[in-house]
């Protein structure tokens, strides 16, 4: 079972809206990732939280913002979102930065119409 | 810098024969390799990972990997193959992020 939980399972939303995809954590884990997956690719590195910091920021639109509230939280708020971001958005921890495993929630499926 | 490249896309098996799942690595320091499996609808779920120590390592639902460093290698088997073992499987490597190779979808034949 894994220990990283996100919520919703399932999003649908139109371009116009405000939505947010939520992800807690109870290992204690001080790093916190935000992953977009396309069906049958790789998961690919979004955005990386640090001690509740924004240490990475790949080159993610604006129209995806982060938020770490606290160590076991991280959001991410979506607005104004376009098609091609229909995706699973996976959520992930790891003990530090350095942390040599990192694992995963079940995802959270965005459908943008 | 470290990559992996996973060999072959898309493997079957028939039910009950051998599963191998190529996966070599680039990496300048000593690695930090992982095996990922994700079922349909589902999050990545590590299968097992190699840190230090010994080379054979072994994970859940009855796989393995070898680290051969000479090789450059983290090739992933089982020995019988199950229906439930159906899935998508990454292999990635630990540097300054996790790097993921493309993935092998693993179909298995009944």
């Known amino acids: 079972d894994t220990e990283v939980t996100q919520t919703p399972k399932h999003l649908v939303m139109g371009m116009t809206n405000k939505k947010s995809l939520k992800c807690e954590q109870h290992?204690?884990?001080?790093?916190m990732y935000w992953y977009k997956q396309k069906a049958k690719k790789p998961p690919e590195l979004m955005f990386v939280?640090?001690?509740?910091?924004?240490?990475i920021n790949e080159s993610v639109p604006s129209r995806f913002s982060p938020e770490c509230p606290n160590s076991s939280l991280l959001n991410l708020h979506l607005h104004a979102l376009q098609p091609e971001d229909s995706a699973l958005y996976l959520c992930?921890?790891?003990?530090?930065?350095?942390?040599?495993?990192?694992?995963f929630g079940e995802g959270s499926w965005l459908t943008v119409v | 810098a470290q990559s992996v490249t996973q060999l072959g896309s898309h493997v079957s098996v028939s039910e009950g024969a051998l599963v191998l799942l190529r996966c070599n690595y680039s990496?300048?320091?000593?690695?930090?390799l992982f095996w990922y499996v994700q079922y349909p609808n589902q999050g990545l779920q590590l299968l097992l990972k190699?840190?230090?120590?010994?080379?054979l390592v072994k994970g859940i639902n009855g796989f393995e990997a070898e680290f051969k460093k000479s090789e450059t290698s983290f090739h992933l088997t089982k020995p019988s193959a199950h229906m439930s073992d159906a899935a998508e499987y990454f292999c990635?490597?630990?540097?300054?992020?996790?790097?993921f190779g493309t993935g092998t979808s693993l179909t298995v034949i009944p």
């Open positions: 290992m204690g884990h001080r790093a």
């Open positions: 990635a490597v630990r540097g300054n992020q996790f790097y």
């Open positions: 190699y840190t230090t120590g010994a080379t």
């Open positions: 992930a921890s790891s003990q530090g930065e350095r942390g040599n495993t990192i694992y």
């Open positions: 990496s300048s320091v000593p690695p930090y």
């Open positions: 939280y640090s001690y509740e910091k924004l240490s």
